[in-house]
């Protein structure tokens, strides 16, 4: 690497960490937000934004991150005509977490509950390819398509795929790089391609089943861990 291409790289890498700083977070005023079909207050777009499609069709509860790179897209190509009855696309709840590079695509409706953590890379969404057809190229073929739901409290580890069809329970762990569809019980830990109950909460015993591991026990988080203050500002 010669002088000139040094003096290039750490230009552009400089710019680009002076704009991330400068630009911190876009909140739910911002013309960014403005955007989307409707944005709660405190909820804010990390930069940089990923990309995003039929925005007016996509709507955030209040005090929710959307972190860098996350990619809402409503519609397979822009301004396609969707049949949307309830008004909304994908809609994510209040209090949610989105990790970096994860993707939400939608055309029929992907409903994320309150309080939902989403690791960075995690791909959902409502519709996919087809193959039925064995003579047709799969990517000729019209695709397949099913709501999707993950329900309030739950988590999503790195890399976890959720595919057309998937109901996911509330308080339900998602292993890393599982792949999702079907109904989940509430209150599970999945895992596995395709992701399998690993374990459940059983009221009656009032514990996990099978039992955390190395008997670990229900955690007691700090004064303020979780401050009811907005994330974002305007």
Not at 155 to 182: N, Q, Y
Request: net charge negative; hydrophobic share 40%.
């Amino acid at each position: 690497m010669g002088p000139l291409h040094r003096l290039t790289a750490d230009a552009l890498f400089g710019a680009w960490h002076w704009a991330g700083g400068l630009a911190g977070t876009a909140g739910h005023r911002s013309r960014h937000a403005r955007r989307f079909g409707a944005v709660g207050e405190g909820t804010a777009f990390a930069f940089p934004p990923g990309a995003s499609m039929g925005e007016r069709w996509i709507r955030l509860g209040a005090r929710t991150l959307v972190g860098p790179d996350v990619v809402l897209s409503a519609g397979m190509w822009p301004d396609e005509q969707l049949d949307v009855p309830r008004g909304w696309v994908i809609s994510i709840g209040q209090g949610c977490s989105l990790g970096r590079g994860s993707s939400f695509i939608g055309r029929v409706g992907i409903e994320v509950g309150d309080d939902v953590t989403v690791a960075p890379g995690v791909y959902v969404t409502d519709h996919n390819h087809d193959y039925a057809h064995p003579r047709v190229p799969i990517g000729h073929q019209w695709v397949v398509e099913a709501p999707v739901r993950i329900g309030a409290g739950s988590w999503l580890g790195v890399g976890a795929v959720v595919l057309p069809g998937a109901d996911i329970g509330e308080h339900v762990a998602v292993a890393a790089g599982s792949v999702v569809r079907g109904r989940v019980p509430d209150r599970s830990v999945v895992a596995g391609a395709p992701a399998r109950v690993v374990r459940r909460w059983d009221d009656d015993a009032g514990a996990w089943d099978p039992p955390l591991p190395d008997g670990r026990e229900i955690g007691i988080a700090p004064p303020g861990w979780l401050p009811d203050v907005p994330i974002g500002g305007n």
